[in-house]
Each structure stands twice: as C-alpha cells, then as structure tokens.
C-alpha cells in the first residue's frame, strides 16, 4: 500500500462510520415515525392501543343523548360501513395487496388500525365493534395533537393525528365539569387543524393531494375572517348558510348534557356534507333532507344573453355559477367523484327544444357536451382513473373557488321559423358518484342514483325576425 494514502485511511474510516450512524440513526427515526404507515395516525403512548381503550357511543349517549342522536346517522358515523367506501376499499386491497388497509382505515375507522386488530380475511374486513363504528365520540374527544409537522410534506393529512384513550374527554370548553368522565380544554378541537387531519388525502408514495379540502379552505376569506369547518358543520345548516353570507359567526344556544349548563353556543354533532345518498340508503332520511338543503345552500345562478336574438342567426347564453355557501371549493373532497354539471335546455314559444346540454342518457351518463365542474384524475401513465391509489396528477380541476364563480357559454342555432321568445331553463344538479362508477362498485344491487336539483333559473329571450 503506497504511504501516501495511509496517512487518510483512519479519517476515511471515521467517515465510513460516521455515515454508518447516520444512516442507522435516520432509520432509527424513520421507523417509528408512522407505526401504522401508510397511515400517519400515531398514539401518544408509542404504542398500539386497545380497542377496549374505547367507550361506546352508547354509553355517551346516557347524558349526550341530543348529541349522539345527531351523530348517529352521520357520515361519521357511517364512515365504516357506507357501502360505496367497503366496495371500493376492497378492490384497493385486491389491487395493492392489502397496501391500502391501514391508509383507508386510518380515516374510515381508525380505532381498527390503532390497535392493529383490522384484518382482511374472506372477502370483508373485519374490526371490534368500536372501529366500525367509524368516526365515533371517543375517538375525536381523545384526540391530542396535529403532527403535521412530521408528515413529509408539512401538511395535515391521512390521519395525522394523535390519540389518547382514556378517562379524559378533550373539548372546547375550559370549565366543563363531568360526573362521568374529566375533561380538558381543546383548542385544538376549535379549529380547522383538527378536521385537517383526516380531510386531507395524500398520495403515500408520491404525496400527490388527492382530497384537499383543507387547504381550499385556509386560503379563503372564511379562514381570514377566523369561520372555521365547525362554524358551518357543526351547525344547522340554515345558521351555517347566514355565517357564509354574513361572514360572521352564529350562535347556537344549548345544553350537551342535561345536568350541564345552558350555554350561549354549543355545537351539533350531524356534519352534514353532501351526501344525501349514502345517508338515505342507510335509512337516515333526516340526514339525507339537511344535506339536500346544504346543497342548496351552496350555489346560487346568473343567466345572461343579449337583449334580443335573431331568428336563422347563431346566439348565446352566458351561465354563471357562483359559490355562495361552502367554505372551500364546490364541490370538494372526492372532486374527480362528485358530479356537479349543469342541465341547459332551450325551447322555442310553442315548447320545443332547439338546444339541450347536460342531459343524461338512459345509462345515466352525463351528454350533450357537459358542463361538470369536477377534477379529471390520471394515472402516472396519464390515463384516465377513479382509483385513489393510482392517482398521480390531475388534468384539469374546475371546481369554483369560495366566493369564486364559473362562467360557461352555450351557443345555438335560433331557428329560422322562431317568433316570439325563447324560453332558457338552467337547472345546476348534483349527484355524488357518475352512475357507471356506482354500477361498477355495487354491482348487482345497483340502482339508479338520485340527482339533486341545486339551484334553477329560467329566462325568457324575445326574438328579432
Ligand atoms: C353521566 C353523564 C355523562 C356521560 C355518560 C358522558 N358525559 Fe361527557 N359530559 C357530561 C357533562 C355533564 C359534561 C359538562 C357539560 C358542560 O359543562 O357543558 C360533559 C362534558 C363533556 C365534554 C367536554 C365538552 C366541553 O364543553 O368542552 C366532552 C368532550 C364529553 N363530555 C365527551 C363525552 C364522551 C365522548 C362520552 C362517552 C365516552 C361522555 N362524554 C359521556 C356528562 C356525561
Ligand atoms: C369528528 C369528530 C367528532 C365526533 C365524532 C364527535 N365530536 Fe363532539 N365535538 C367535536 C368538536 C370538534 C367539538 C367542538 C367544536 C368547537 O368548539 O368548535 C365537539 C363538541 C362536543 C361537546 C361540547 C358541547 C358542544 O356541543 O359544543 C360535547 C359534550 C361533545 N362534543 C360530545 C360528543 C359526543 C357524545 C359524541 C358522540 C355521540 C361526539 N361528541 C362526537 C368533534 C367530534
Ligand atoms: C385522510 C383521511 C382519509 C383517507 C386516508 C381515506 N379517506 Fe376516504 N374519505 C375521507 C373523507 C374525509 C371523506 C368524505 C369526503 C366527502 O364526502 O366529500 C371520504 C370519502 C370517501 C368515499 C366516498 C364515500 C361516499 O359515500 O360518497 C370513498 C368511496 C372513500 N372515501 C374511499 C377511500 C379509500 C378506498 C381510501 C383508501 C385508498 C380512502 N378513502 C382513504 C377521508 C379519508
Ligand atoms: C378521524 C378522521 C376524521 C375527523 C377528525 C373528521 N372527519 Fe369528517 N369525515 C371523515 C370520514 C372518513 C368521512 C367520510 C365518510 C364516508 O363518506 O364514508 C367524513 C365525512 C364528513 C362529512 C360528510 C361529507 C358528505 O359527503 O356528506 C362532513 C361534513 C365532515 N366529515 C366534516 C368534518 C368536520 C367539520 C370535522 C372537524 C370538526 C371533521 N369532519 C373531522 C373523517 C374525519
Ligand atoms: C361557510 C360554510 C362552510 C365552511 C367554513 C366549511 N364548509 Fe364544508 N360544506 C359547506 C357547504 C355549503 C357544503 C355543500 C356543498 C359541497 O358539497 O361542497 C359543504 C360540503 C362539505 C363536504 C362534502 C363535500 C362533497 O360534495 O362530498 C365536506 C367533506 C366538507 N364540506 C368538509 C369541510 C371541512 C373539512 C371544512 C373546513 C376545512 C369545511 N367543510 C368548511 C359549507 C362549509
């Protein structure tokens, strides 16, 4: 060996072992980090958790009985069992390998994964009692901490939260005193951050935002004027409308248990969205009536044109869509899911149609050039998917900002017979899923999914000769 080089050979070993510990040292960090990975759910003890941790939302609903009612036939409470999220959860496990179990769990009914308990065996996920119970009291009310500043991208999301079963009960109230249970204060609870967690979906691998809500929201004017996901969701929804409108919070005078005090604002438990479906199919037809008016809630329509039109001549109608009520882009969530589109029909003075967009066919797809302001989601490859797990971009997203508005322009030929006026009738519909995606999902028991009237408008367009 030349001497020269002896003299670096013990720098260049303390180098080699140096970078052995690093690396041992990253690893050491990166392994606990996420135990439930691809789930950023984590528990502050370090470790799983028990499901027997848990109380039944039985047990709360002795004292909480108003609260519990209204969480019984929400979403939250269905997040487990809704049957469009257990068919499209299995054809993940199928597809990935079981990579997606914990990643959907994490949300869907994290108390399974918490505990490791949640298996795939025979066709069906099986979990305790309690993690079907999906989104339930004692899981959001032991929840600690946000570890989004863990996760790789610094964001809130699949699942990053902390819990911690127990005796105490985490909420928005300093001096709320329990015969049953301690309790502590939660800011946490009153904020946004607290939904984020679980309202923001992440690709695992690529950390692609697939389901954004929160952040839609964060850069809104509801955020700048402190309004946060609580101030809509966790109120009736007409309150909810009037705090868009007027950006101010609304009050909601109440008592969460009978033995409790009266206070000047409490909040409800229905998290009412859009889904007006999943809801009525359960039977929770109260549920599914408050998400039809949240809907309406949401938009309002402007429909312009000129003065007059000339018969035998090309013309237009300008349709503006504006969201008025919802805190972040409209729709949200699943956006390459929701259908919101709009039916334009227009029909000369004796009632017969000269244009139509936006009509379904009798396979219940959306034609006629439609107008659907939804996320059009590819594959790394570049083709078309509704798969989560395969999503990697998004080719174009036209879902309306808050306070934002959509102009679309529908252009027709005025026959050359027309006299009189014109009538134009836009009607903004929504439905939750595209109805071969519902077939592809449930299959044999499919059935024709409803389509929801948003908003309408009709104008009248008089005709030059
Ligand atoms: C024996 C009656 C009883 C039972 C059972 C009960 N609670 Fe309570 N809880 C109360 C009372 C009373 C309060 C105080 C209400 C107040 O001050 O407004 C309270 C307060 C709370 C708070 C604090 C709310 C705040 O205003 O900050 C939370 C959270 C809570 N309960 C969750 C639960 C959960 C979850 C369960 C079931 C695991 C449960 N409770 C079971 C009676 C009960
Ligand atoms: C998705 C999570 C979540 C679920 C599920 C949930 N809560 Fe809450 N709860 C909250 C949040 C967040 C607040 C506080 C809202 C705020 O202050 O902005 C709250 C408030 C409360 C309060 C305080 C009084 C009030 O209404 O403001 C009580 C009591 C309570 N919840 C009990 C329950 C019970 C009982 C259940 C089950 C039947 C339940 N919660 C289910 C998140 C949840
Ligand atoms: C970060 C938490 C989170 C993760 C992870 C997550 N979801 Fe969800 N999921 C949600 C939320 C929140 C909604 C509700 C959004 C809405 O209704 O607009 C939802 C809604 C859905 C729906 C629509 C249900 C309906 O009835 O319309 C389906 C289907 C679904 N998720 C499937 C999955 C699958 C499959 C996975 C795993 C690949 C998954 N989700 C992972 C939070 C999550
Ligand atoms: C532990 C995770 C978790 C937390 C925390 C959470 N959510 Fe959800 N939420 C879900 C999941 C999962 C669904 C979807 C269930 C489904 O569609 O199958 C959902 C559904 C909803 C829906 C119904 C959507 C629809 O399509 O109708 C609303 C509204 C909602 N959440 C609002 C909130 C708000 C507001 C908060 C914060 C106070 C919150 N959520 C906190 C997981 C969570
Ligand atoms: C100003 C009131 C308002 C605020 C603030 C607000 N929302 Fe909404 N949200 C709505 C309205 C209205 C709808 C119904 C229209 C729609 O589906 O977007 C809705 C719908 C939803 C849905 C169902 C979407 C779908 O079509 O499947 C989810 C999930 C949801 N909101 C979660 C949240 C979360 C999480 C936050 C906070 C980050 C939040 N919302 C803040 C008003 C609000």
Same mark, same amino acid.
């Given at each position: 060996?030349?001497?020269?080089?002896?003299?670096?050979?013990?720098?260049?070993?303390?180098?080699?072992?140096?970078?052995?510990?690093?690396?041992?040292?990253?690893?050491?960090?990166? *392994?606990?980090?996420?135990?439930?990975?691809?789930?950023?759910?984590?528990?502050?003890?370090?470790?799983?958790?028990?499901? $027997?941790?848990?109380? %039944?939302? =039985?047990?709360?609903?002795?004292?909480?009985?108003?609260?519990?009612?209204?969480?019984?036939?929400?979403?939250?409470?269905?997040? !487990?069992?809704?049957?469009?999220? *257990?068919?499209?959860?299995?054809?993940? =496990?199928?597809?990935?390998?079981?990579? $997606?179990?914990?990643?959907?769990?994490?949300?869907?009914?994290?108390?399974?994964?918490?505990?490791?308990?949640?298996?795939?065996?025979?066709?069906? !996920?099986?979990?305790?009692?309690?993690?079907?119970?999906?989104?339930? &009291?004692?899981?959001?009310? @032991?929840?600690?901490?946000?570890?989004?500043?863990?996760?790789?991208?610094?964001?809130?999301?699949?699942?990053?939260?902390?819990?911690?079963?127990?005796?105490?009960?985490?909420?928005?109230?300093?001096?709320?005193?329990?015969?049953?249970?301690? @309790?502590?204060?939660?800011?946490?609870?009153?904020?946004?951050?607290? &939904?984020?967690? &679980?309202?923001?979906?992440?690709?695992?691998?690529?950390?692609?935002?697939?389901?954004?809500?929160?952040?839609?929201?964060?850069?809104?004017?509801?955020?700048?004027?402190?309004?946060?996901?609580?101030?809509?969701? #966790?109120?009736?929804?007409?309150?909810?409308?009037? @705090?868009?409108? +007027?950006?101010?919070?609304?009050?909601?005078?109440?008592? %969460?248990?009978?033995?409790?005090?009266?206070?000047?604002?409490?909040?409800?438990?229905?998290?009412?969205?859009?889904?007006?479906?999943? $809801? =009525?199919?359960?039977?929770?037809?109260?549920?599914? =009536?408050?998400?039809?008016?949240?809907?309406?809630?949401?938009?309002?329509? %402007?429909?312009?044109?000129?003065?007059?039109?000339?018969?035998?001549?090309?013309?237009?109608?300008?349709?503006?869509?504006?969201?008025?009520?919802?805190?972040?882009?409209?729709?949200?969530?699943?956006?390459?899911?929701?259908?919101?589109?709009?039916?334009?029909?227009?029909?000369?003075?004796?009632?017969?149609?000269?244009?139509?967009?936006?009509?379904?066919?009798?396979?219940?797809?959306?034609?006629?050039?439609?107008?659907?302001?939804?996320?059009?989601?590819?594959?790394?490859?570049?083709?078309?998917?509704?798969?989560?797990?395969?999503?990697?971009?998004?080719?174009?997203?036209? $879902?309306?900002?808050?306070?934002?508005?959509?102009?679309?322009?529908?252009?027709?030929?005025?026959?050359?017979?027309? @006299?009189?006026?014109?009538?134009?009738?836009?009607?903004?519909?929504?439905?939750?899923?595209? *109805?071969?995606?519902?077939?592809?999902?449930?299959?044999?028991? %499919?059935? +024709?999914?409803?389509?929801?009237? #948003?908003?309408?408008?009709?104008?009248?367009?008089?005709?030059?000769?």
């Amino acid at each position: 060996m030349n001497k020269r080089y002896d003299s670096i050979r013990p720098a260049m070993a303390a180098v080699a072992v140096i970078i052995m510990l690093s690396c041992a040292v990253s690893a050491a960090a990166e *392994q606990p980090a996420f135990p439930f990975f691809p789930s950023q759910a984590r528990t502050a003890s370090g470790k799983p958790v028990k499901h $027997t941790d848990y109380e %039944s939302p =039985e047990i709360c609903s002795g004292c909480h009985t108003d609260i519990h009612a209204q969480w019984k036939g929400s979403m939250h409470g269905a997040a !487990f069992i809704d049957p469009i999220f *257990q068919a499209l959860w299995k054809l993940g =496990e199928k597809e990935t390998n079981g990579l $997606t179990n914990n990643l959907c769990g994490g949300c869907h009914g994290a108390v399974g994964v918490l505990s490791n308990e949640l298996t795939f065996k025979d066709g069906e !996920f099986h979990a305790p009692d309690i993690a079907r119970e999906g989104v339930h &009291c004692d899981l959001c009310h @032991t929840i600690t901490t946000s570890s989004f500043a863990d996760t790789p991208n610094y964001e809130p999301g699949n699942a990053s939260f902390v819990v911690a079963p127990g005796s105490v009960k985490r909420g928005p109230h300093a001096d709320a005193e329990s015969p049953y249970h301690e @309790t502590a204060y939660s800011k946490l609870h009153t904020s946004s951050l607290f &939904c984020a967690n &679980c309202h923001q979906v992440f690709h695992p691998v690529n950390n692609f935002h697939i389901e954004r809500t929160y952040d839609e929201w964060k850069y809104s004017v509801y955020a700048r004027n402190g309004i946060q996901c609580q101030d809509c969701h #966790m109120m009736p929804v007409a309150k909810a409308a009037e @705090t868009a409108r +007027t950006l101010k919070k609304q009050k909601n005078p109440g008592q %969460s248990a009978p033995m409790g005090p009266v206070r000047d604002n409490i909040f409800t438990h229905e998290f009412v969205g859009g889904n007006f479906t999943v $809801t =009525e199919i359960l039977g929770n037809k109260e549920h599914a =009536e408050a998400a039809r008016q949240r809907l309406r809630s949401a938009a309002e329509l %402007s429909v312009d044109t000129a003065s007059s039109v000339t018969s035998g001549a090309m013309a237009s109608i300008t349709v503006t869509v504006t969201n008025v009520g919802a805190g972040h882009n409209l729709p949200t969530s699943l956006t390459e899911v929701r259908q919101m589109w709009l039916d334009v029909k227009i029909a000369d003075a004796a009632g017969k149609e000269i244009f139509r967009s936006g009509s379904l066919d009798p396979k219940g797809d959306i034609v006629n050039d439609p107008r659907i302001f939804n996320a059009h989601a590819l594959d790394k490859d570049g083709r078309d998917t509704l798969k989560p797990w395969e999503i990697a971009s998004f080719k174009y997203n036209k $879902t309306i900002p808050p306070k934002g508005s959509a102009i679309e322009n529908f252009y027709f030929l005025v026959p050359a017979d027309a @006299t009189g006026a014109l009538k134009a009738s836009v009607i903004l519909r929504y439905r939750s899923y595209p *109805q071969a995606l519902a077939n592809a999902l449930l299959g044999e028991k %499919s059935f +024709t999914l409803p389509v929801f009237n #948003m908003a309408e408008k009709e104008i009248s367009i008089p005709v030059k000769r």
